[in-house]
């Protein structure tokens, strides 16, 4: 099965040969493995992807405008089967968030696996907690889930305002130095992060209990072990952090691993690589496509700047 060189060539073959066809080279490689992860599984496909990694310059974050995408792609869909949601996207807005993962649940009845070939970070990770069970490879990473607003921690923005509190409680010198800190917090701004934090962490508590753990004894103490450690902004250090597929499971995440089937882990991954040749060679941003071969791409506009003589 191809990898990472091997799908690329591929798509480089096509382009040679199909001369009438050659732009679409990459779209015909892609939807051709899309259709065979398919025939493997039995199942629906979704793939979301964000071009966050080739064009960290362009927001291609989760949002509103997505769900459209998907209502394309789940359109004359065999409901039933289920759904394998393929995630690579670096999070986004915890309302649109919440919106897309009612609407999943609502089409395929909590049907829903989720398959991470690279990285699902923070929002991303949310929806894979929201899903029956999470394929995982060695390669694989999920990230925290500590809400940011406008870039800025709300984990942070609240500890920091508790250690002021402290501080000059104990020592009123220190005013000056912490109201100079402060000052620069727009009003209400904690009350929305403490709001944001709530919210993450109560959306992924429930959906744990009520997808992941449906029907167990112990769902609810699951659900806060696992929210504990991804909402641990001391422990993770940083937003950005990758969870390693060994620390998903350590925490009880329901896990499977990609290795135990060779011919779905191939699969999958040159899915993965033909998504990410399409992102790298185009001008494709953000990509929602199904196995059927529909797909909602968004594209930024090429600019092309003059040559002064």
């Not at 039995?42 to 998907?70: C, H, R, T």
């Not at 089937?261 to 690589?273: C, M, N």
């Not at 992102?279 to 494709?284: R, V």
């Amino acid at each position: 099965m191809p990898n990472w060189k091997d799908a690329l060539s591929e798509i480089q073959r096509y382009h040679a040969t199909h001369a009438k066809e050659a732009k679409f080279a990459v779209d015909v490689i892609r939807r051709k493995y899309l259709k065979q992860l398919h025939r493997h599984t039995g199942l629906n496909i979704i793939a979301y992807y964000s071009g966050f990694l080739s064009k960290p310059e362009i927001q291609s974050d989760i949002n509103d405008e997505d769900k459209n995408g998907f209502m394309m792609a789940i359109h004359k869909m065999e409901r039933a089967k289920g759904l394998d949601l393929i995630l690579h996207t670096p999070g986004g807005s915890i309302s649109a968030t919440q919106s897309l993962v009612d609407y999943l649940h609502k089409m395929f009845n909590d049907d829903i696996r989720a398959l991470v070939p690279q990285m699902a970070m923070s929002a991303g990770t949310m929806i894979a907690c929201s899903c029956k069970s999470i394929l995982m490879g060695k390669h694989s990473n999920l990230g925290p889930i500590d809400p940011h607003l406008n870039g800025i921690p709300a984990y942070g923005v609240v500890s920091e305002f508790q250690r002021a509190c402290e501080e000059v409680k104990n020592d009123p010198s220190r005013v000056p130095i912490w109201q100079q800190i402060i000052s620069q917090y727009r009003p209400a701004f904690l009350s929305q992060c403490e709001n944001a934090i709530t919210w993450s962490n109560e959306f992924v508590r429930e959906q744990l209990e009520a997808v992941m753990f449906k029907g167990e004894a112990t769902a609810k103490r699951k659900a806060e072990h696992i929210v504990k450690h991804l909402a641990d902004y001391t422990g993770n250090k940083s937003h950005s952090r990758h969870i390693p597929v060994e620390e998903c499971e350590r925490i009880g995440l329901k896990i499977e691993r990609v290795e135990a089937d060779p011919r779905l882990q191939d699969l999958l991954l040159t899915v993965h690589h033909c998504f990410m040749h399409s992102l790298m060679n185009t001008n494709s941003y953000k990509m929602i496509e199904n196995h059927l071969g529909s797909a909602f791409v968004k594209q930024a506009a090429m600019v092309v700047q003059p040559v002064q003589a």
